[in-house]
DNA sequence: CTGACATCTGAACACTTGTTCAGATATTCA
DNA sequence: TGAATATCTGAACAAGTGTTCAGATGTCAG
């Protein structure tokens, strides 16, 4: 940890000022991979749709077919397969085959366990896009 | 459980053969409420972008201005700030203001919680994007 | 008040995303 | 085998998203 010896800081922005980069640099290490990071948000984001945050809501509930989990949620079958492939690339959710139909179900309980904690925070008082 | 009666079904598609649209039914009423699920969604979304994100690990770990925010993720102090407007607006952070300078920090343990737990789902053994 | 600084804001752009559509694949039954 | 069913897939389009840019707001020092 270097502690800025003498600098009087050639490029005098606010992030050679009040917050020492010291600090500022100590953090970015901190801070989970590049590539970790960028899992993440792929993940996230895959929750943050409203069709898929629904399909995977009614999979907690019970394990599904892909045309009632499009009727479920209101969508074509083409277009659940489209989102049900890119959660299963992401280990969202795990597909059986059974006979000429595909059943899909949560990958495991972390995903019961990320919903719930999301829907913890919607479900808080005043919740919800409040501008300002 | 019903276990449907007679109902020849005249519209003989998948959801009223196999799985029985009584579960579905079922299944549906279980749903949080449509306005819950988009929240949600929303909430998940604004977790979804890797700068985002990025700001947000950050925060987990200290309070911070946005110029040093911005610095630390490597964008524009005015990208930095559209996005904490976002998130702010979400309640996923929350602002104090020191003189000319806006410190963030995150709104409360649940984001933190909310964070760790996709970071768990992040870094398991074989995640990201692994098509079939 | 004036100048400097940190942050905020709206408009506009390139880029991504979710859906639809048409057709391909896979499985069962006669 | 051939028809029917359930799911999958690629291309293409409309809608949504994050960034940049220029300028506005708010705060402090002189």
């Known amino acids: 940890m270097p502690q800025a010896p003498s600098a009087p800081a050639l490029d005098d922005r ?12 100590l ?9 970790t990071l960028e899992v993440l948000a792929e993940t996230f984001r895959a929750l943050g749709d409203p069709t898929r945050v629904r399909m995977l809501a009614a999979l907690s509930r019970s ?3 892909v045309c009632d989990l499009a009727s479920l949620v209101g969508i074509s079958e083409s277009a659940a397969s489209h ?16 006979g000429r139909m595909v059943f899909y ?28």
Chains 1, 2 share one sequence.
Request: proline share 4%; net charge negative.
């Open 27 to 35: 953090i970015r290490a901190a801070l989970p991979s590049g590539e």
């Open 83 to 98: 989102q049900l492939r890119l959660l299963r690339s992401l280990r969202l959710v795990r597909s059986r085959r059974e």
């Open 14 to 25: 606010c992030e050679t000022r009040h917050a020492d980069p010291a600090r500022v640099d």
């Open 105 to 132: 179900r949560l990958d495991d309980d972390h995903i019961v366990r990320l919903l719930d904690q999301g829907l913890e925070h919607a479900a808080e008082p005043g919740a919800g896009r409040e501008e300002r």
């Open 63 to 65: 394990e599904l077919c």
